[in-house]
């Protein structure tokens, strides 16, 4: 059975740091690319960053390139977001999500596995 657990959510202050991770088991890690989402209340989900599986290509959505920064541990079998600088428009409740040998980096239809989220408030 897959699961995929994020964890590092909280509150923070407008151009703090969060560090967000996503551990997954029951999938061969390092065979899936990894991607984060985020949904704000009234809002669609949206695309955040995206790690590629085999040679780790990253992708950003332009709201949030040169803050946010996604790594990944196939030893730990973990995917990390590094969050920099937040504003008050990143708050939104973060996904974690996996897809298996996927080329495709921004299409939430591209990932089989989803997380529950946590949630990330950002006060001004």
């Known amino acids: 059975q897959v699961q995929l657990v994020e964890s590092g959510g909280g509150l923070v202050q407008a151009g703090g740091s969060l560090r967000l991770s996503c551990a997954a088991s029951?999938?061969?890690?390092?065979?899936?690319?990894m991607g984060w989402f985020r949904q704000a209340p009234g809002k669609e989900r949206e695309f955040v960053a995206a790690?590629?599986?085999?040679?780790?290509?990253?992708d950003y959505a332009d709201s949030v390139r040169g803050r946010i920064t996604i790594s990944r541990d196939n030893d730990k079998n973990t995917v990390y977001l590094q969050m920099n600088s937040l504003k008050p428009e990143d708050t939104a409740v973060y996904y974690c999500?996996?897809?298996?040998?996927?080329?495709?980096?921004?299409?939430?239809?591209?990932?089989?596995?989803w997380g529950q989220g946590t949630q990330v408030t950002v006060s001004s």
């Open positions: 790690i590629r599986w085999g040679d780790s290509t990253t």
């Open positions: 999500a996996a897809a298996f040998k996927t080329m495709i980096l921004r299409v939430s239809i591209a990932y089989m596995y």
């Open positions: 029951g999938l061969t890690f390092g065979t899936y690319t």
